[in-house]
């Protein structure tokens, strides 16, 4: 059963920068080790799906940072070793990648499996928001990219897995939310819970959260 699930933003700019936002993830994470888990899985997106063991390594050199997370050869995707650096020498008892683009149906699926890991489960979810946000932005920027966005934000601070349920894969994709299928995994893993949003912010048009779901 879920006892508690953090979402935060699998960006390497959280690394050297964005201490605040680097903050709040911290802090999230630290409540998922507080709710005393029996099992602690990370979850984020991928090209493509992928299970790893807890104490595979991630690198960020190819972001141009010397950093590496976990032991062994790197082998994480980046939102699996932002998720693996942000927890330190508290390994994970496994890392799960869900495709980009896959189908919702797959994604509740995935996490519905991944809420019957164990009698206490804990998730923290490797997630981001619209990249459309601004000019400057990676994607092109949208106008209905914010309120997209807000909505997203709203979900986690509610801790309502309906909303994340219905994201719409194409409209996701459209406006550049990478995170969408890892937040629909959380959706299919969710019971009742009390939400709280850390942190929101957009730097160069990305919209990243640092939540709480216990």
Known sequence: MLVAAAVCPPTPLIVPALRDLRSACHTAVDALHEARPDVLIVVGGAETPGTYGGESAGTLRPWGLD???GHGEPVLPLSLTIGRWLLGDRAPNGLRSVAFD???GECLAMGAELGEAGERVALLVMADGSACLS???PGRYDESAKPY????ANAIADADPAVLAALD???ADTLWVNGR???QVLAGAAGPKSGRLLMEAAPYGV???AGLWA
């Open 149 to 152: 966005n807000t909505m997203i």
């Open 135 to 137: 000019p400057g932005a």
């Open 169 to 171: 894969p194409a409209e």
């Open 181 to 183: 299928a890892a937040l």
């Open 207 to 209: 919209g990243y959260f």
């Open 67 to 69: 950093v590496t997370a």
């Open 102 to 104: 896959a189908p919702s």
